[in-house]
């Protein structure tokens, strides 16, 4: 393929070649294994050591509040799974939005099938938690509030620091799915009250398979994969070292550099927001307009089919997504869409485009004017926007 604009940065990223350089001895010179006793192997203990605090620090944590897992993943269905069964004497119920990933979502509903029951509060329409209904939900047998810090399809940026106020009132366990703003936008488990934090490493331009899961101290939530006594017998496993150090010098460098990208990125984010919402008719923009990712933008175009948009996209050598990655392929429309009140026959037709600091201004207008002829052909092909138009000149 001749060009390549990879706006997809929520799906996955690119592994910084400074990340990769650090996780290649690790797979050759260094491969002890960091739980064993000889020397050799004090190589592996002292990298993972080092990536822990590299991380903690993204976040104001200490190090050993910090526990490395297969990804983002895992580290949702630890979080719920665990609070439920250690909290359980206290009580059954979890609060939870109806915008969360699928790594949440699912879970809550695997809950469900297991006597706990869920509340999943709404959001307005900009996709922002309702804090009177997320208040207003707190029983005396609530155990755990998990709310994600910011939307993977819409973007938008959760009140943290109101919620973790809340679920410190009422002595709530507050987990946040971090996945999409750790590292990217500022993040204080303390000044938030957060006890417990999701994240990953391909999402901040580390390796995929690793994660980190963050963990209060005074939290009492036992270990999910049960095996060997590794993490402080939290989390068995033998370390993967290579992800463990790629995971650490990603957080380390993507926090670095936050301020700079975010600046350069909600420019570019800015400019393409508007260009589509100026040039391409019956457009909406989802998502909060200034209270979002800096990197992320999402439309719904009327009369338009995600898929065949996403089609052609590709063929012009566009990456961008509809939806979410796990629920392109079915036919429903997303979740958050339906959640933030749009009508299914618009959920349908949305574009997520998703920045990197890498993206440039030429890559930008080049996609809206692909976008721009892209739409009006599929439009002119669509009978329902035949029928819009003519119904519009009669009036
Ligand atoms: C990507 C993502 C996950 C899943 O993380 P993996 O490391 O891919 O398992 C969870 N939550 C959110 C918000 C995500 O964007």
């Not at 006597?115 to 207003?136: F, H, M, Q, R």
Request: charged share 25%.
């Amino acid at each position: 393929m001749s060009k390549l604009i990879y706006l997809d940065n929520a799906a996955t990223t690119q592994v910084y070649p400074e990340v990769l350089d650090e996780m290649l001895p690790y797979f050759t010179e260094h491969y002890g294994n960091p739980a064993a006793i000889y020397s050799f192997a004090g190589e592996s203990e002292q990298a993972v050591a080092k990536a822990r605090k590299q991380v903690a620090d993204v976040i104001g944590a200490k190090t050993d509040e910090i526990y490395f897992t297969g990804g983002g993943s895992e580290s949702d269905n630890w979080a719920l799974k665990a609070t439920a069964e250690a909290y359980a004497p206290k009580g059954k119920h979890i609060i939870t939005t109806a915008i969360e990933h699928h790594a949440i979502l699912h879970t809550a509903q695997w809950l469900e099938q297991h006597g706990y029951e869920i509340t999943y509060v709404g959001v307005d329409e900009n996709g922002t938690v309702k804090l009177d209904e997320l208040e207003a939900a707190i029983r005396p047998d609530t155990i755990l509030i998990s709310v994600m810090a910011a939307n993977n399809e819409i973007g938008t940026i959760q009140p943290l620091k109101e919620i973790g106020a809340i679920a410190r009132k009422h002595d709530v366990l507050f987990h946040t799915d971090a996945v999409q703003a750790f590292a990217h936008v500022p993040i204080n488990v303390d000044e938030m009250n957060i006890d417990m934090l999701s994240a990953s490493g391909h999402k901040i331009n580390g390796p995929k398979g690793i994660g980190v899961m963050y963990i209060r101290k005074g939290v009492k939530i036992r270990s999910f994969i049960h095996g060997g006594a590794q993490e402080r017998h939290r989390r068995a496993g033998t370390h993967n070292v290579p992800g463990i150090v790629g995971i650490g010098k990603a957080a380390e460098i993507s926090s670095a550099n936050m301020a700079k990208n975010n600046e350069y990125e909600t420019k570019l984010r800015d400019h393409l927001i508007e260009r589509v919402l100026n040039e391409i008719p019956y457009t909406r923009l989802n998502g909060h307009r200034t209270n979002r990712l800096p990197n992320n933008a999402n439309f719904c175009f009327r009369f338009i089919e995600g898929e065949s948009m996403l089609i052609l996209l590709d063929q012009a050598g566009i990456c961008g997504s509809s939806g979410s990655a796990c629920t392109s392929g079915s036919l429903d429309p997303s979740h958050v869409l339906l959640a933030i009140g749009l009508p299914h026959e618009i959920a349908h037709g949305s574009l997520r485009l998703t920045l990197s600091e890498k993206t440039t201004l030429e890559d930008i207008d080049y996609t809206v004017d692909t976008l721009k002829a892209i739409i009006e052909r599929l439009r002119s092909m669509s009978p329902l926007y035949e029928d819009f138009v003519r119904k519009n000149k009669e009036e």
